[in-house]
């Protein structure tokens, strides 16, 4: 590609791409730090409001050290969403919106982050996967089979003599350096997953509006997609993305595949060099397989979804009133070229067109008239201030709180007559006026001033609803007077 060819390749680009476009955004480093923030981190997808709540914050912190941010929350999240930064979708779980990163935002965080912490790209761990995807694809891709089977005798021999080294105790295990070095390498590969998840999910979105435009605009001669679909035949789940991640999604929910790959994370996070990760990384490994089977059956659902409404689309005939009104529109459209010759824009055209006076409002925002409000469901009363009565007072603290002198009173009475108690002896003479209050009570007095025995015992006492209860607890013995 020639300089001229590739600098109108990029310079097209430079408007097109949205990665493209926050990096040089005036409030790149901004806008970088909100959405990274919130959604950038285990968090990847927030409801409207929730969101909102959030970068106002961050924009009152923001103004309070300089930085000149003159939009409200709601405006710069609308800013950015028609930039390409975020994405909005309803919320399947209640009648608002959410936010998420878009594919590009995802991108260009990656890079950010790769920028302010830079990890070493030459390195051993790499140059050995790189080696062996190679070394496997050149075997598995050969159409000779002695070639093949000569490859394949020769990792045996390397493996047998591996194995022989370790049974003579020769084999040493990887130095903790290089252990590190190979986690980090792996979590570098496993922190594009988002941003892959993201594009897959645009990929779907784009090929399911490109299906409805395709059976919009076909004619009577043009209707394979409106055969195939009244065929019944999947036309998402058939594409070449859906062919491709359904192959990624069955590896994923494989249960022994992921049981293996649990296990093999359990194994080097018991490792001595682990210790040499971040809390942060340790955790991104732990729930690596579960944020995988997350983001794919996510996107299944989005291809379910986009499945059985190009379907509903094209049975209920709607697709036919969608093309009647584009040859509508088309038609006005060419009508106007050669009007355009003889009437311009801005030429009065004596008609009226009476517009609706009715107030356009969201239906959310409308509340209902309750008359229940407006009626007292019972006649005021007027309270006086009056004395406190003295007994009321005591049975409301007897209500609130453990009556300890009740409790101590009781089991002495007990020990003047037995020598020694128990709390089920105790509650058998005084039956607990407090119910399970006074049982609480009670062991909590043998737990401070008795003896703990070896066996168990049963307690009684009377419910709310006075129905009997009784319960299992530890034997404590009180053999002197308690205070």
Sequence with gaps: ????????????????????????????????????????????????????????????????????????????CGEWRRAGFLTRRPDEESRGETFELSP??????????????????????????????LAQL???????????????????????????????????????????????????????????????????????????????????????????????????????????FAAFSTLVLDPEVGEAFDDDIRHVLDRDFADGLSSADRRFLRRFIGTLKEGSGEIHQVITAFARGLRRYVQSQDYQRDRVLRRHIRDALAAGIPAAARTKPYHPTELDLELSAVA????????????????????????????????????????????????????????????????????ERFPATQGVASVVGLISLAASQGVRTDDVEIVRWPGPDGAGRLAEVPAYRFSGRVA
């Design 104 to 133: 590009a935002a995802h991108g260009a965080l990656r890079m950010l982050d790769q920028l302010s912490a830079p990890r070493q790209t030459v390195t051993e761990s790499r140059l050995a996967s790189i080696a062996g995807q």
């Design 360 to 427: 356009l409002g969201s239906g959310g925002a409308i509340r209902l008239h309750d008359p229940a409000e407006l009626d007292a469901a019972r006649p005021i009363r007027r309270h006086l201030a009056a004395v406190a009565d003295l007994d009321r007072l005591r049975a409301l603290a007897r209500d609130t709180e453990i009556d300890f002198a009740e409790l101590t009173a009781n089991v002495n009475a007990a020990l003047d007559d037995r020598g020694s108690c128990t709390v089920a002896e105790v509650l």
């Design 1 to 76: 590609m020639s300089t001229l060819s590739q600098a109108l390749t990029l310079t097209s680009l430079l408007e097109s791409d949205a990665t493209w476009r926050l990096l040089r955004a005036d409030n790149a480093p901004i806008i970088v730090a909100i959405l990274h923030t919130h959604l950038g981190g285990e968090e990847r997808r927030l409801p409207s409001e929730e969101f909102y709540d959030r970068i106002e914050h961050d924009l009152e912190e923001l103004r309070a050290h300089g930085f000149d941010l003159p939009l409200s929350a709601q405006g710069y």
């Design 138 to 244: 050149a075997v598995d891709s050969d159409p000779d089979t002695v070639r093949r089977l000569e490859q394949l005798y020769a990792q045996r021999d390397r493996l047998d003599a591996r194995i022989e080294a370790i049974n003579a105790g020769e084999a040493d295990t990887i130095d903790p350096d290089r252990a590190i070095e190979r986690v980090r390498d792996i979590l570098s590969q496993a922190a594009d997953i988002p941003t892959e998840f993201a594009r897959v999910r645009a990929e779907f979105e784009a090929l399911n509006a490109d299906l409805r435009s395709r059976i919009v605009e076909s004619d009577d001669s043009q209707r394979a997609v409106l055969d195939e679909v009244f065929r019944g035949v999947d036309l998402i789940a058939d594409s070449d993305a859906g062919r491709s």
